[in-house]
């Protein structure tokens, strides 16, 4: 795989207005045009000078909004970025080959703010009541909250347990303070626990939980630095903001009257946000890795403690290119699965060893990530809750933070037969996927990076499949190049043109429906490539004299016609698909740009396949 090693790879901050939250309805054809907002935006980007701005093309009305991650024509997936308030997300995780020890310890943060819950199982488990208690923070700023997790695979062992120590203080009572155990395998009931007071003052109390925490772990509560010790209980960041089930949550403010105002967006972009931005379908998403976090008793992983299982990672990728890395497998899939715990029950959890198991576990940590960032939009709006009753529609705010517009297509307008007639052209013999509703895209930023390119001509409009766990983020940040992501053909934003195959990475769990991306491709002058080696996955750009690479599919589409986006002529083919008479070992065409700027999202289609 091709890494970018030492730093995390962040988009530029750019503070883009908000897009308009008004969907126009027309019932013919309507006028996109490049925002000034938009324009402004782009003036923050790290793309090289732009060109002035063409002129818009017409297209039919109404807005709304969807998003999507995952490479489309090879599972070209990698580590988002960490999601910072300002900046596009979907992005890249820090690749270090340093050693994730040593960390400071975030009980040692000085954080008068912020939320430590108390574990929900003391009410189920002892004769205390939770909206009782308070986990108590010293003058100096130190959490008595501790949540420790250890794996080990390697040999006959099939550990997989955590362990949890809290101080707590009682509301009712001056001077109760008690101590908390708990203990058991991740993803399964409690094995045990105790509840250790009460004790009169803090200074008694820290006793016992200064003594179980280095009997545990080998390091001092209050240390600066956090070492992990050989069989030993490692410290994990939990992000106790991250909501999981909203119905275990308790908000001071769950009493308040809220009166939601009315959406401002139409029926189907409405219901498109609530989609997006669905808790159930993200949740869901990460139980298809083993990471249920309804059963894990720890909570959700910081972004910070997620960056140190993708340095594991690193390490596992490092072993697999045959480089120095002297720890074995399972002492690196076990490193991995202490730093972000999973849940697999009483089975023992699988070694990391190919490219496919690495990759997934990338894909994994994309998840989390995005869903840090996601999750941040939803905090903002319940914040809102405790200002006034009156607040804007949830669906509202979310599509406010996509920082896009959207404008849905007239299913009777010659756009949306075009897209239809190529979806279904383009689609398996044997399949019966669904096209049901067309957004057109237009991004804020987008449009002048794009101008990069304006010289470059053979424009094609290509397929690209995704999870609809990832899809808002990748909304919000167009396609990315991960820096973890390689496949086939290299690292580069991998497209299709074929629904076919882009399809094969289209899943939306239990959700109504999927999202698949149409984007418009700067290809210029293509190399081609027609088998798999060293030769096509090592590529990080296109060959000198190459703007792109083609890998010839043995099957391609036929009957390429134009179409006029802004004022330039794109081709789509409209026809079925045709024996290319090329010995290749690829099945259908991919196309690869090394350079973000290149691709331009254009439409936004929801599918179902049944």
């Known amino acids: ?63 709304a909004a969807t998003a999507s991650a995952k490479t489309s024509p090879v599972p070209v997936v990698a580590p988002t970025k960490k999601k910072r308030k300002g900046t596009a997300s979907a992005a890249a995780i820090v690749s270090s080959k340093t050693s994730p020890v040593p960390v400071v310890s975030p009980a040692k943060k000085k954080n008068k703010s912020g939320s430590h819950p108390v574990d929900p199982d003391i009410g189920k488990l002892t004769a205390k009541s939770v909206s009782s208690l308070s986990i108590v923070q010293s003058k100096d700023g130190l959490w008595y909250d501790a949540t420790l997790n250890q794996c ?29 155990f708990k203990w058991g395998r991740v993803g399964e009931p409690a094995t045990g626990n105790q509840l250790n007071g009460p004790f009169l003052t803090e200074d008694q109390a820290v006793k016992p939980y200064a003594q179980k925490y280095k009997a545990k772990t080998g390091n001092t509560y209050d240390a600066e630095v956090f070492v992990p010790q050989k069989n030993k209980y490692t410290l994990i960041q939990i992000d106790n903001d991250v909501e999981v089930d909203p119905d275990k949550c308790d908000s001071p403010q769950s009493n308040k009257k809220i009166e939601y105002l009315p959406s401002e967006l139409d029926t189907k972009t409405k219901d498109l946000m609530e989609v997006l931005f669905s808790e159930e379908t993200r949740n869901q998403a990460l139980a ?9 008793p720890l909570g959700v992983p910081s972004e910070e403690q997620i960056q140190k299982g993708v340095s594991a990672l690193n390490k596992i990728e490092d072993k697999l290119q045959g480089g120095k890395e002297s720890d074995s497998y399972a002492e690196l899939a076990s ?30 940590c994309n998840i989390l990530l995005d869903m840090h960032s996601t999750n941040e939009t939803i905090r903002k709006i319940k914040k809102r809750k405790t200002v ?20 849905i297509l007239d299913r009777k307008s010659n756009e949306y037969k075009k897209i239809k007639i190529y979806f279904d052209k383009t689609k398996s013999n044997y399949s019966n996927a669904k096209l049901h509703d067309v957004w057109c895209v237009d991004r804020q ?35 990315r190049i991960m820096p973890h992501s390689s496949g086939r053909v290299g690292s580069g934003i991998y497209l299709a043109s074929m629904q076919e195959k882009s399809a094969q990475y289209t899943c939306y769990y ?33 060959p000198k004299g190459y703007d792109s690479v083609r890998a010839v599919g043995t099957n391609e589409p036929t009957n390429w016609k134009t179409m006029n986006i802004d004022n330039r002529k794109v081709q789509l083919p409209q026809g079925g698909s ?33």
């Open 335 to 364: 490193k991995f699965y202490t730093a972000i715990p999973h849940s697999f029950g009483r089975s023992r959890p699988p070694l990391i060893q190919n490219k496919e198991e690495l990759q997934n576990r990338y894909d994994m």
């Open 1 to 63: 795989m091709v890494v970018r090693k030492s730093k995390r790879i962040s988009a530029p901050a750019t503070k883009a207005p908000a897009p308009s939250k008004k969907t126009p309805k027309t019932n013919g054809k309507r006028k996109r045009t490049a925002s000034a907002a938009a324009k402004a935006s782009a003036k923050t980007s790290s793309v090289p000078a732009v060109v002035p701005a063409k002129k818009k093309r017409k297209r039919t009305a109404s807005t």
């Open 578 to 610: 045709k024996p290319s008479n090329v010995s290749s070992s690829f099945g259908h065409d991919e196309f690869l740009a090394y350079e973000e700027a290149q691709v331009r999202l254009r439409y936004v289609i929801t599918v179902t396949f049944n």
């Open 445 to 479: 930023c987008e449009v002048e990076r794009f101008q990069k390119y304006d010289t470059l001509d053979n424009r094609r409009l290509l397929w690209h499949g995704t999870n609809i766990a990832v899809a808002a983020p990748i909304l919000t940040s167009g396609l």
């Open 288 to 296: 298809s890795f083993n990471l249920d976090l309804k059963k894990l």
């Open 510 to 542: 239990g959700s109504k429906y999927g999202c698949m991306f149409l984007a418009e491709a700067a290809l210029g002058k293509m190399h081609t490539v027609t088998s798999d080696g060293h030769h096509a996955s090592s590529l990080k750009k296109a």
């Open 388 to 407: 006034t009753e009156k607040v804007p529609n949830p669906a509202d705010s979310h599509y406010k933070s996509l920082n896009a517009n959207l404008s």
């Open 152 to 180: 080990n695979i390697t040999g006959s062992n099939n550990n997989n347990k955590y362990y949890r120590i809290q101080m707590m203080q009682d509301n009712n009572g001056v001077g109760s303070y008690y101590v908390w």
